[in-house]
């Protein structure tokens, strides 16, 4: 089993900037694929990046805008979310796979409980 925990979320004006952290406990692995998902009120659960052995991968929307890492010493992912909208006002999950496929929220085997961020114009 690994446990997320996610933090960092917040409410701040467009234009502005969060960091939002995850913190791997249990049976944490550097082959992990670790994923950024979001959710606004009425919508789908959408994919936001991931990051794995192979590279990152950004949605298209937050794609040059947000930044995933992570630093295993620490079994911790990040998501540095800069120039942010208020489209991107929704709750962020964190969540890991052992599986390659990271764009399906479906792939994903563990989650965390999600952070809200809201974004004001």
């Known amino acids: 089993q690994v446990q997320l925990a996610e933090s960092g979320g917040g409410s701040v004006q467009a234009g502005n900037s969060l960091r939002l952290s995850c913190a791997a406990s249990?049976?944490?692995?550097?082959?992990?694929?670790m994923g950024w998902f979001r959710q606004a009120p009425g919508k789908e659960r959408e994919f936001i990046a991931a990051i794995r052995f192979t590279g990152t991968y950004y949605a298209d929307s937050v794609k040059g805008r947000f930044t995933i890492s992570r630093d295993n010493t620490r079994n911790t992912v990040y998501l540095e979310m800069n120039s942010l909208k208020p489209d991107d006002t929704a709750v962020y999950y964190c969540?890991?796979?052992?599986?390659?496929?990271?764009?399906?929220?479906?792939?994903?085997?563990?989650w965390g409980q999600g952070t809200q961020v809201t974004v004001s114009s």
């Open positions: 969540a890991a796979a052992w599986g390659d496929n990271y764009y399906s929220d479906r792939s994903y085997d563990y």
């Open positions: 249990g049976r944490t692995s550097g082959r992990l694929t």
